[in-house]
């Protein structure tokens, strides 16, 4: 079992639709969590960090955590083509380094 | 404000060859971390460095190894290359010896080994 899951995609949505994208962990102990978000060819950018229970809106994306479940989701609202990237789930498990999952790669249709 | 650059952005070796890539972090972070991604793959941890110092270690092997400088920029080298090296390695900035998670990347030194 992978440390950090998500579905690879690629998702599909059509312009204005709400994206919703799922992480799971396997640590129980991990206190941080992140979303980051990498166009084709490019390096990762972070978009949200989310460090309690419950949601954390920002913008147009909104994270969701459930620590009981170890459970991570990101939605964006009013999504755009330019969000059409390949969004990473990050966790901080206690360690000098970020635990990635594989990435799920979002596509929105004009 | 300037950001995590990263040289050379792609270069080719091949197997056995020896490969330094070079790291500047961002203005005022003194910690470094280094990245290995492989083609459709999320980051992998290598290491992480805080004021010259490791403090940090992914599960690679002894033939990965770096160092920090007192400017905070850092180098990765990788000896013995083996075709799986292959992939982008990713330098990462951030502030203080805690890792937050909130990590500044640079654009990647994209490795082929042949």
């Known amino acids: 079992q992978k440390e950090v899951e998500q579905n690879s995609g690629p998702l599909s949505v059509p312009e204005g639709a709400i994206a919703s994208l799922n992480c799971t962990y396997s640590d129980r102990v991990s206190q941080s969590f992140f979303w980051y978000r990498q166009y084709s060819g490019k390096s990762p950018e972070l978009i949200m960090s989310i460090y309690s229970n419950g949601d954390k809106e920002d913008g147009r994306f909104t994270a969701q955590l459930n620590k009981a479940s170890q459970y991570v989701s990101l939605l964006i609202r009013d999504s755009q083509p330019s969000d059409s990237a390949t969004y990473l789930c990050?966790?901080?498990?206690?360690?000098?380094?970020?635990?990635f999952g594989s990435g799920t790669r979002l596509q929105v249709q004009p | 404000e300037t950001g995590v650059t990263q040289s050379p952005t792609h270069l080719i070796k091949t197997r056995g060859q020896q490969v330094t890539l070079r790291c500047s972090s961002q203005?005022?972070?003194?910690?470094v971390s280094w990245y290995q991604q492989a083609l459709g793959q999320g980051p992998q941890f290598i290491f992480q460095y805080y004021r010259e110092e490791e403090n940090g270690r992914g599960n690679f092997p002894p033939r990965f190894s770096g160092l920090q400088f007192p400017n905070y920029s850092s180098e990765l080298n990788v000896n013995a290359l083996e075709l799986d090296d292959s992939a982008l390695y990713l330098c990462?900035?951030?502030?203080?010896?805690?890792?937050?998670?909130?990590?500044?990347f640079g654009e990647g030194s994209r490795l082929t080994v042949l």
């Open positions: 990462a900035s951030s502030g203080g010896q805690v890792n937050t998670g909130e990590l500044f």
């Open positions: 990050a966790v901080n498990m206690g360690r000098r380094a970020l635990t």
């Open positions: 203005s005022g972070h003194n910690t």
